[in-house]
């Protein structure tokens, strides 16, 4: 199993910007597809952002299109959430997550290893 600690985290108000950071560890980081979730209070976690093994393909909900950006870098073991235009809605614990799975990236289900979670506040 890899191990993943986010950062990045806080409070910013609305339109503001925060650059999440998820270090992996323990496995070799390039093997692995990853995604960002997120969960607010009193909801189920939702898909934000996937990235596969090489960075060459993405994939978005449809409400952060335009404002988030996933990347990696596979040499410093990171993958990086860029939120641009954050909104009150945003307001979620973040959650890092990778798989070997190559398909339905969108679904927290084929996700094995989890980080801890980063919160973010957009204050209206």
């Known amino acids: 199993q890899v191990q993943l600690v986010e950062s990045g985290g806080g409070l910013v108000q609305a339109g503001g910007s925060l650059r999440l950071s998820c270090a992996a560890s323990g496995r070799t980081f390039s093997n692995y597809n990853m995604g960002w979730f997120r969960q607010a209070p009193g909801k189920e976690r939702e898909f934000v952002a996937a990235i596969v093994r090489s960075g060459d393909n993405t994939y978005y909900e449809e409400s952060v299109k335009g404002r988030f950006t996933i990347s990696r870098d596979n040499a410093k073991n990171t993958v990086f959430l860029q939120m641009n235009s954050l909104k009150p809605e945003d307001t979620a614990v973040y959650y890092c997550?990778?798989?070997?799975?190559?398909?339905?990236?969108?679904?927290?289900?084929?996700?094995?290893?989890w980080g801890q979670g980063t919160q973010v506040t957009v204050s209206a």
């Open positions: 997550a990778a798989t070997n799975l190559g398909i339905g990236l969108k679904s927290s289900l084929v996700y094995h290893s």
